[in-house]
């Protein structure tokens, strides 16, 4: 059996595993990615759970997007600033003597989930990773659409509402402010898991507010790309997905036009799709 080492770089934690080419995991290991901290300390962490790993053809990086493909570059990198335009893949490459391959992580989850998840028996998904920011991909006949410069399915920046504050570069009122893990933090200073579990009234508001607007953002992806179904994942779903789920679809019902309100709007099932993706990409 062959293997590939995958690894899932996120806001958060950094995870890696072997894959094998059954999409199975061994070996899953993880940190905190230091996401705040200087490229060389980011990059020393890596390596520092790459190193233990032997017997495997390719590393393969599930890195927040968008990205460079050509040069292996992160384009832009809201939630890990350091690693905008740094050589992570090839300084890896060297450091391992290995083939370093880059994919966006969202896209990695997304070729999972519908190769062996909840998108497997439909021939097109979009899958939004709800987490600390918000990103997705379109895959259609088991294939990643990335578009003309790597830039295909970056919703994080689609505008739901003009009249919300500044908050980064990203425009005003782009959803992964209004909505991500990260900016439900900032809106109502406590921890994302808090929010949720909390009775307060203006924290159940926030919450209310952005069920509206992710089902904004899903019924204007399917206006573009008419998917056959939505695969919904990441660390927010995973967790709390029960208490703003029925909000949101009630909402999309709402929104979309009358022949998408039917579009199923599908939980993610892999536990680790980002790292099965990845591992997967490597042998495609």
Avoid at 64 to 74: F, I, S
Avoid at 207 to 224: G, R
Avoid at 251 to 279: M, N
Wanted: some cysteine; overall charge neutral; hydrophobic content about 40%.
């Amino acid at each position: 059996m062959k293997y590939n080492l995958a690894l899932d770089l996120g806001g958060t934690n950094v995870r890696t595993a072997l894959v094998d080419e059954r999409g199975n995991l061994s070996h899953l290991k993880a940190t905190s990615s230091k996401a705040q901290a200087r490229a060389l300390e980011i990059e020393n962490n890596i390596k520092e759970l790459l190193v233990t790993y032997t017997n495997y053809e390719k590393l393969i990086l599930a890195l927040p997007g968008p990205l460079d493909y050509e040069r292996k570059l992160m384009r832009m990198a809201t939630n890990i600033p350091a690693l905008q335009g740094y050589p992570l893949a090839a300084n890896l490459s060297v450091y391992l003597n290995k083939e370093v391959l880059v994919e966006k992580d969202s896209s990695c989850a997304a070729f999972a989930e519908a190769l062996l998840g909840s998108g497997r028996n439909y021939e097109s998904i979009y899958y939004i990773t709800h987490s600390t920011g918000i990103g997705g991909c379109f895959i259609e006949n088991k294939k990643i659409l990335r578009g003309h410069c790597g830039f295909a399915g970056e919703i994080g920046g689609i505008i739901i509402d003009r009249q919300r504050e500044k908050v980064n570069h990203l425009n005003i009122g782009a959803i992964e402010n209004e909505a991500s893990g990260l900016n439900l933090e900032r809106k109502s200073a406590k921890p994302a898991s808090d929010l949720f579990n909390s009775d307060d009234i203006n924290d159940k508001q926030i919450i209310e507010t952005m069920a509206y607007d992710l089902a904004q953002l899903l019924a204007t992806i399917a206006l573009v790309l008419d998917p056959a179904c939505f695969v919904w994942g990441g660390g927010v779903a995973r967790h709390a997905s029960a208490k703003y789920f029925p909000m949101m679809l009630k909402h999309f019902r709402d929104l979309a036009q009358p022949c998408q309100k039917d579009i199923p709007v599908i939980l993610s099932t892999l536990a680790e799709p980002g790292l099965v993706g990845a591992g997967l990409l490597g042998f495609n």
